[in-house]
């Protein structure tokens, strides 16, 4: 037992041996070497206490800056996302939305320029075609006086209570005869015949019928709005895709659902397309109404100016009534786009 006692502990020694001369071999960081100490007892390093923490006031002057290649930090982000925020209302951008109107309006500036140098130069007679500096100022003064308030607040709940009437009346009775086909074959013929009258010839049956009170005003603007609506409508039903029509009719889809996912959606543009026709006819043909029998409106306005030959005064009131429908537009417009908000933008 011996023997093989001591013939292990020379195997061992020598395998100890490299071990030990490969860690007494091994390099000592200079840092560590600069902090080590012989120990008293037999010669070997013993290592010194750790030095103390800088002051928090130290390591942060000693960070690295983010333009020293340092990590950002988590609110870098939200800052950089908010400065680019920031330059889209910047100079530029606001240079390019007064460039953008400035060429929407070009054309109606260039046409107030015209009509109102035209005058002072002689090209033609200021008489009939007064500056419009000066169709400005009896503008306002028709609206100091209250005349140009009156007028139009007449013109307006004529026009908009008609065109409210066809809206109402002509987007089912579209639905409904695009839709069914006996509907369509038993009322074409007649739709036919009327919608080739013109509203205006109408006039003196709608006088004689129903008077010359607000009631005939209405009902000629109701007649007139009722067919861009009601053709356009018809239209739009007849020509959904019929893909769509096939596809919720596989699902079982009943006819109010049909109506409500698929037409009606896809029907939108081409009504609203009438609605915006409609609406400019309302007020083209109420002021004719008006110049015909009326005590007040903007055609009433216009026809006595030109009796009165208040010409500026009647160029006040084409200016009103061309605002008033450009302002209609408008809305409709807005209008449809909230409609249309699924429409993929061209």
């Known amino acids: 037992m011996s023997t093989g006692t001591e013939a292990a502990a020379p195997a061992a020694a020598q395998t100890a041996a490299p071990n030990a001369s490969a860690v007494a071999e091994a390099p000592v960081p200079a840092a560590r070497a600069a902090s080590v100490s012989d120990s008293p007892v037999s010669g070997a390093p013993v290592p010194e206490a750790p030095a103390p923490a800088a002051p928090a006031e130290e390591r942060g002057s000693r960070e690295p800056s983010s333009g020293e290649g340092a990590a950002p930090r988590g609110d870098a982000a939200p800052v950089k996302v908010a400065a680019r925020a920031g330059t889209s209302f910047g100079p530029a951008t606001v240079l390019r939305w007064l460039r953008a109107a400035l060429l929407r309006s070009a054309a109606i500036i260039g046409l107030l320029a015209v009509w109102e140098t035209a005058p002072r130069l002689g090209l033609v007679d200021a008489t009939f075609l007064p500056p419009v500096s000066e169709v400005a100022v009896a503008w306002w003064e028709l609206l100091g006086d209250g005349q ?26 579209g639905l409904l005869i695009g839709w069914y086909r006996p509907v369509a074959a038993f009322l074409g013929p007649l739709l036919e015949l009327f919608r080739n009258t013109a509203a205006l010839a109408l006039l003196p049956v709608f006088v ?25 409508t018809i239209s739009a039903v007849g020509n959904a895709d019929p893909t769509l029509v096939r596809l919720a009719r596989s699902m079982d889809l009943s006819t109010p659902r049909l109506f409500q996912k698929v037409i ?66 408008q809305v409709l417009v807005t209008i449809e786009r909230r409609l249309s908000v699924w429409r993929v933008p061209a």
């Open 264 to 329: 009606l959606p896809s029907s939108v543009p081409a009504i609203f397309t009438g609605i915006r026709l409609a609406g400019a006819v309302s007020i083209l043909v109420l002021v004719a109404a008006e110049m015909i029998g009326a005590k007040a409106g903007l055609g009433y306005l216009i026809n006595a100016s030109q009796y009165n030959f208040a010409i500026p005064q009647m160029y006040a009131g084409i200016i009103t009534i061309s605002a008033i429908g450009v302002a209609f537009n």
């Open 208 to 232: 004689l019928l129903l008077g010359i009170g607000e009631t005939s005003k209405v009902s000629i603007v109701v007649y007139a709005c009722v067919w861009p609506i009601l053709l356009n």
């Open 148 to 173: 140009l308030g009156e007028h139009a607040r007449a013109s307006l709940t004529r026009s908009f209570g008609g065109f409210a009437i066809a809206v109402v009346v002509a987007v089912p009775l």
